[in-house]
């Protein structure tokens, strides 16, 4: 922790600080300050889509027989596995003008022309929430998990409809998991560099690209390494508030509690 965390950040914190200019010139800078807000919108627009896309597989990686929640699993941990890099190449490919989706509408006869897929707000938050799904489902199934099946007989051996057991027993008992991968999910796509400077536009600039731009573009590492710490606050931020609501020490094993 010492080597790979510490002393980077405190490189990067010397780095900030060593001429008090750094942080004026970030915060003046209108890229950086479009960056935010651009960043911020599409985590949560991410962050949405991971929910909702999440909690079925995770509903049935939870509730399934065996043989399927195997298959269901296997599947995850390939797809949470795989390099970020590739998926989000993968996802180039297909939405390509010359892509697989465009050539299969296009002989389809369902379009005549290629859809520009590729640049588009969609296909980043598409590739963004392919990277991060993964982490929304297995909080969410932990959740799941600790309704024991015993639970749904004892509600419908009371006369309880399966819909009812679903929407006031499981559901409500999942909320924390759901809380939990959505702030995970929101903190993790606020520092998103590679897929957003692959599938996105060079108009739509995140604050990773940003970042690198200093860094890299106008050799600014002083500026770069201000606007760095300006994202770990905005994190820090989103945690502090957060952990008031959720007990991320509950989800991962470490205290008791939920969602007060």
């Known amino acids: 922790m010492l080597v790979v965390f510490v002393v980077p950040l405190g490189a990067i914190v010397y780095r900030a600080f060593d001429d008090p200019a750094n942080f004026s010139a970030a915060l003046e800078s209108g890229v950086f300050r479009r960056s935010v807000w651009t960043t911020v919108r599409m985590s ?67 379009i005549d022309e290629p859809i520009r897929m590729i640049g588009t707000d969609f296909a980043v938050g598409l590739g963004v929430a392919h990277v991060l799904a993964p982490y929304t489902i297995l909080t969410i199934y932990t959740q799941i998990r600790a309704v024991g099946p015993e639970l749904e007989e004892a ?45 996105g536009s060079a108009e739509d600039v995140y604050i990773g690209t940003a970042i690198v731009q200093q860094v890299q573009v106008f050799l600014k590492t002083g500026v770069g390494a201000a606007q760095s710490l ?8 989103t945690l502090g508030v957060a952990s008031r609501f959720v007990s991320f020490g509950k989800l991962l094993g470490l205290a008791k509690g939920g969602v007060t």
């Not at 079925?56 to 970020?84: D, E, H, K, N, Q």
């Not at 924390?176 to 998103?192: D, E, Q, S, T, Y």
């Not at 300006?230 to 931020?237: D, E, F, N, T």
């Open 155 to 199: 509600a419908q051996v009371a006369g309880a409809r399966p819909t009812v057991v679903f929407w006031r027993l499981i559901m409500p008992m999942s909320v924390p998991g759901m809380a939990a991968g959505a702030i995970l999910v929101f903190v993790m796509a606020l520092g998103f560099y590679i897929t957003p400077a692959i599938l």
């Open 44 to 110: 949560l627009i991410v962050t949405v889509v991971c929910v909702i896309l999440s909690y079925p597989y995770a509903y049935a990686l939870a509730r399934s027989g065996p043989g399927f929640s195997a298959f269901l699993l296997i599947a995850l941990m390939v797809s949470f596995w795989t390099s970020t890099l590739v998926r989000t190449y993968s996802w180039k490919i297909l939405l390509n003008n010359t892509g697989v989706i465009n050539k299969t509408l296009i002989s389809m006869g369902i």
């Open 230 to 237: 300006l994202l770990l606050a905005i994190v820090l931020l």
